[in-house]
């Protein structure tokens, strides 16, 4: 680390490593010991210098110190596909309460959206393409219909419904 450091500076500054010891090379005291380390002290005017150090740690072993290796790792909430899935509502026809027969339709990529040319795009096409998603969660019936290329055999809700209807499913079951 501390080659690295030096060689960093050197490059910085132009100059070389022996150099940057030259001017870096400090020693600094810890529990009434010196240890070799380096230094660089930034002068200012009506203030205290700015005081930057590198090194003055013991490298003797501790045993009552505790390590933290393995910090909390914070979530951010849940993400938008599990929110979809929790909502258990169908992105097409609306139809609720039918977790057992939800299933997730997805495509490689949004671009393998444009290939319906010359013919107007089915409506799951638009929707995937208006929410800019690769997934889509579908009740099995409107899913087996999307796979046959068949219009839905149930009615489609629009798209505001249909966000409409998750908020409000999530709402209730108090999912942040």
Known sequence: ??????????????????KVYDRYEAEIEVDGKPYKGLRVIKP??????????WGGIPLKWDIQATLEDQPRHVWGGRAELEKRLLA?????????????????????ALKGLQKHTGRE???????????????????????????AGQPMTRQTIKLKEVL?????????????
């Not at 309460?97 to 997805?106: A, G, R, W």
């Not at 409409?164 to 999530?170: E, G, Y």
């Open 1 to 18: 680390m501390e080659k690295s450091l030096t060689k960093t500076l050197a490059h910085k500054l132009k100059i070389s490593v022996k």
């Open 88 to 108: 258990q509502v169908c992105e097409m026809c609306g139809t609720t309460n039918i977790t057992d027969q939800l299933e997730v339709h997805h495509i490689r």
């Open 121 to 147: 795009k089915p409506e799951w096409v638009k929707r995937m393409a208006a929410r800019q998603r690769k997934t889509m969660v579908l009740c099995r019936t409107c899913h087996d219909d999307l796979h």
């Open 44 to 53: 200012r005017e009506g203030k205290k210098p700015l005081v930057a150090e």
């Open 164 to 176: 409409d209807l998750q908020k409000q499913r999530l709402r209730r079951r108090l999912i942040p």
